[in-house]
């Protein structure tokens, strides 16, 4: 069947096999951020957004993202940049093989939630699996990007209202 899709903002129309996953689809097509884990959807790996949700790319068909449009990492690189200097400062990186699935993760968590607790944090992350670490570095990470952005936010609405600091 052939389908039409987005993927990183980039229309794109493929032959795609009935059983075709969306990870090979979008490996194929050059998305290598994209990683192929434990291929039963357990471990995060995988992770794309489809229609700026996440999704795991290992256990969905191709042809279920027909007309919609997918994110990968490579769509998302300032705010990977950003976000992943946060986790590479604490240490937290190791082997870097669960990072493109984890930050993915963690972007989706912060344009959902402004201000999570830790155990909104571990609860929205308990689906991404990381063999090297035991979570410390990357928590540390995630609430260190989160104060820079609080603090930035602050900034700028002190700015708009022409405040320059506040004693």
Do not use: H
């Not at 998305?31 to 489809?50: A, D, I, M, P, Q």
């Not at 993915?104 to 201000?115: D, G, P, S, T, V």
């Amino acid at each position: 069947m052939q389908i039409k899709l987005w993927i990183n903002n980039k229309a794109v129309i493929k032959e795609a096999e009935a059983d075709l996953l969306l990870i090979d689809l979008l490996r194929n097509n050059g998305c290598y951020s994209v990683k192929r884990g434990c291929e039963t959807g357990n471990c995060g790996l995988c992770t794309v957004f489809v229609d700026e949700k996440p999704v795991l790319s290992c256990s969905t068909l191709a042809a279920r993202v027909n007309g919609k449009k997918v994110t990968t990492l490579e769509g998302l690189q300032r705010e990977a940049e950003d976000f992943g200097t946060y986790i590479a400062e604490q240490g937290a990186e190791q082997c870097g093989f669960c990072n493109p699935g984890f930050i993915m993760n963690a972007i989706a968590m912060f344009r959902e939630k402004q201000n999570p607790s830790d155990e909104e944090i571990k609860e929205y992350l308990a689906g991404n699996l990381c063999r090297c670490s035991g979570y410390e570095g990357q928590l540390r990470g995630i609430r260190a990007y989160l104060e820079y952005q609080q603090s930035k936010a602050a900034k700028a609405e002190l700015a708009a209202q022409n405040i320059s600091e506040v004693i």
